[in-house]
């Protein structure tokens, strides 16, 4: 078993081989991307 997270990102995954934990870095930083973070409501 393999662990990968993503520095800048802080996404982590995982996969049976290094190859498919990889795979599934680049997928999941690629879902990440596409979601804009949230912003809080700023109120005075």
């Given at each position: 078993m393999f662990i990968v997270k993503g520095v800048f990102t802080g996404v982590t995954t995982q996969g049976k081989t290094i190859e498919e934990a990889l795979k599934n870095i680049k997928e999941a930083v690629e879902l990440h991307?596409?979601?804009?973070?949230?912003?809080?409501e700023v109120r005075n």
């Amino acid at each position: 078993m393999f662990i990968v997270k993503g520095v800048f990102t802080g996404v982590t995954t995982q996969g049976k081989t290094i190859e498919e934990a990889l795979k599934n870095i680049k997928e999941a930083v690629e879902l990440h991307l596409e979601e804009p973070p949230e912003l809080e409501e700023v109120r005075n």
